[in-house]
């Protein structure tokens, strides 16, 4: 049976400042995930605070809100079959140096803050996260 999901990627600066975004867009692809929309942005420090407010306690938070408000993302709506679970496979571990191998953020992320790529983590969120970029 099928299961189509949607769920929101981002291309965080350090990728998008490296121009991998397209490398990142085809590697979602080949995985046989459709890109539905997407836009490049750059956000405010506010709306990063916004859209990171369940990390709001951490104290990673301002630097994460600071850094990816730092440079153009490219945001993106990805859909599939299990888009949510599999977007996270895809992406591999938050930290790059425990990612596996063939994952987004092995093959491009440079530390735990410059991790090339952001998704949603539950199917819930992908719908807020969604939402807050594309609210139309
Ligand atoms: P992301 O999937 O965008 O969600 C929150 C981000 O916080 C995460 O990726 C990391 O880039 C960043 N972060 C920084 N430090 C930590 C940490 N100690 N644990 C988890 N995430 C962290």
Known sequence: MSNLEKTLSIIKPDAVERNL???IKEMFKNNGFKIVNEKKIQIEKSEAEQ???V???KPFYNEL????SSGPIVV???EKDNAVLDNRKLMGATNPKDAEIGTIRKKYGLSIDK???HGSDSLENAATEINFFFKD
């Not at 809100?65 to 990816?68: A, K, T, W």
């Open 55 to 57: 990390h709001e306690t």
């Open 65 to 68: 809100c600071s850094y990816l």
């Open 76 to 78: 993106m709506i990805l």
């Open 115 to 117: 991790n090339s790529v």
């Open 51 to 53: 859209f990171y407010k």
């Open 21 to 23: 975004d397209d490398e």
